[in-house]
């Protein structure tokens, strides 16, 4: 609220839109969204690739104790190669990859790597087999990442940054409600001594399922419609 005061308006007075109620709150901006129809599958692909990397995240450690039998110093481990990996991806190789690929076939390529690394490790038993998988599934997850939210902001003026930035944070918001809701709920179903589905990486099988719809969601969307800057309203 301190900074709200305090921070100086970064747009000029003629881009600023008025405080409209009716659009402050998660439904309003979702509403306010359906009216550029190219960003509606973008939107969608972005909330399902969240929804799926808040469940994987909430559940990691307990699912490699359960299928690799590892520590929790082991669990911390990966998690810090996940985060050197990213680091490399996110500050480095996107700025390589982008320029010379596009963004559109940045997020169609790195979408297709995580999801077939995402079946890999669905059926991967063996601890030292699943970290090199983890790695391609964190490369083309993390190159996918800035490129489909660069397409998503692309068409959209100055004057909607604002509007398109508080939508994406909502749905976001929703996925790590939902995501480690349901994972937890998947996990409990496929381990312990009596499993009510004799299928470990039954999670991961689901997560590279969605990875693989929201390829398909924005080839076809891309495909599609050609994107036009929106101009604030």
């Not at 003629?14 to 109620?21: A, Y």
């Not at 808040?54 to 450690?61: P, T």
């Not at 996940?82 to 490399?88: R, T, W």
Request: aromatic share 12%; with cysteine.
């Amino acid at each position: 609220m301190a900074i709200s005061f305090c921070q100086k308006a970064c747009l000029p007075a003629t881009q600023r839109k008025p405080i409209e109620l009716h659009k402050a709150n998660p439904f309003g901006g979702l509403l306010a969204m359906a009216r550029f129809p190219i960003n509606l599958p973008l939107l969608a692909a972005f909330f399902l690739n969240s929804f799926a990397q808040r469940g994987l995240e909430s559940i990691w450690v307990l699912y490699t104790d359960f299928r690799f039998d590892w520590s929790v110093l082991a669990g911390s481990w990966s998690l810090a190669y996940v985060g050197l990996i990213s680091a490399m991806v996110q500050g480095g190789l996107v700025r390589l990859v982008v320029p010379r690929l596009g963004e559109a076939r940045t997020v169609i390529i790195g979408l297709s790597i995580a999801a077939v690394s995402g079946f890999g490790f669905a059926f991967t038993s063996n601890g030292f087999w699943a970290v090199p998988v983890i790695g391609f599934y964190v490369l083309g997850y993390d190159l996918a990442g800035p490129a489909l939210r660069s397409l998503i902001s692309g068409p959209f003026d100055a004057g909607q940054q604002g509007l398109l930035q508080g939508v994406m944070g909502c749905l976001n918001g929703l996925a790590g409600i939902g995501g480690p809701f349901v994972a937890s709920m998947v996990l409990a179903d496929i381990s312990g001594n009596d499993p009510v589905i004799n299928f470990p990486g039954l999670y991961f099988f689901g997560g590279a399922c969605v990875l693989l719809g929201t390829t398909l969601m924005v080839t076809i969307s891309l495909g599609r419609f050609t994107p036009k800057r929106q101009t604030a309203e």
